[in-house]
């Protein structure tokens, strides 16, 4: 069965280092994700993106985080300059088309010193 | 802000059906009942999603009432691998692109 793979696992870098975050989404999926989530807190919503532009973000999506589709199988979150606020599990996800149930993948636990 | 009420946490024994409620008293007419899960530490998993039949798949069933405005989530067989915290979303099917995720129902299930 297909599934959403993310990359690393665990990701632990100082305050103010640039990190990216790597997604590898389902192949015939169109619509990608990025969710964060805090510890001990709700799922949050940051962005979506389709047909290689952002198509929706939350107000956590700021100018320090940036998305992109490098290639035709990876789907990546960059955080240019992090903060301590930042340490969260990032997850990804890949749905066929808008609106339909989308799949996760395992998520990335980002450390920031 | 997630528009459905779940209890916070509910115990079910091992082996029995769990059944999980969810309150979206203000869905629309196009709006859409998903449920995930989320087991410890993962990434949320989609298990069903019915708009007003009553729908089963090998996961689980969902049972919407009539008005709508809640819906049950059974889990029939339950095992300490259903231990998680389902989350009962409300979204427009095919238009909607982000999920609200609320605080959802904690599961336990008991040996």
């Known amino acids: 069965e297909p599934e959403v793979t993310q990359t690393p696992s665990h990701q632990v870098t100082q305050m103010g280092q640039e990190v990216i975050l790597r997604c590898v989404p389902i192949?015939?999926?169109?619509?990608f994700y990025w969710y964060r989530q805090i510890l001990g807190q709700k799922v949050e919503f940051l962005v979506s993106f389709y047909n290689n532009e952002i198509s929706e973000k939350s107000e956590i999506f700021d100018d320090q985080f940036s998305v992109e589709r490098p290639d035709g199988s990876n789907f990546t979150l960059k955080i240019r300059s992090t903060k301590l606020e930042d340490s969260a599990m990032y997850f990804c996800a890949s749905s066929r088309d808008r609106g339909y149930e989308q799949f996760f993948g395992p998520g990335t636990r980002l450390t920031v010193l | 802000d997630a528009k459905t009420t779940q209890p916070p946490s509910m115990d079910c024994a091992e082996g029995r059906a769990a059944n999980l409620p969810c309150n979206h008293s203000?869905?629309?007419?196009?709006?859409?009942v998903y449920w995930y899960r989320q087991i410890h530490s993962q990434g949320p998993q989609y298990i069903i999603h019915?708009?007003?039949n009553n729908e089963t798949n090998e996961m689980a069933s969902l049972i919407i009432t009539e008005d709508r405005k809640s819906s049950t989530l059974i889990l029939p067989h339950a095992t300490l691998r259903d231990t998680a915290v389902y989350y009962c979303i409300v979204r427009v099917y095919d238009r909607d692109d982000k999920i609200i995720f609320g605080k959802g129902t904690r599961l336990h299930i008991l040996p």
């Open positions: 192949s015939n999926h169109l619509y």
């Open positions: 203000t869905i629309s007419g196009n709006e859409y």
């Open positions: 019915g708009l007003k």
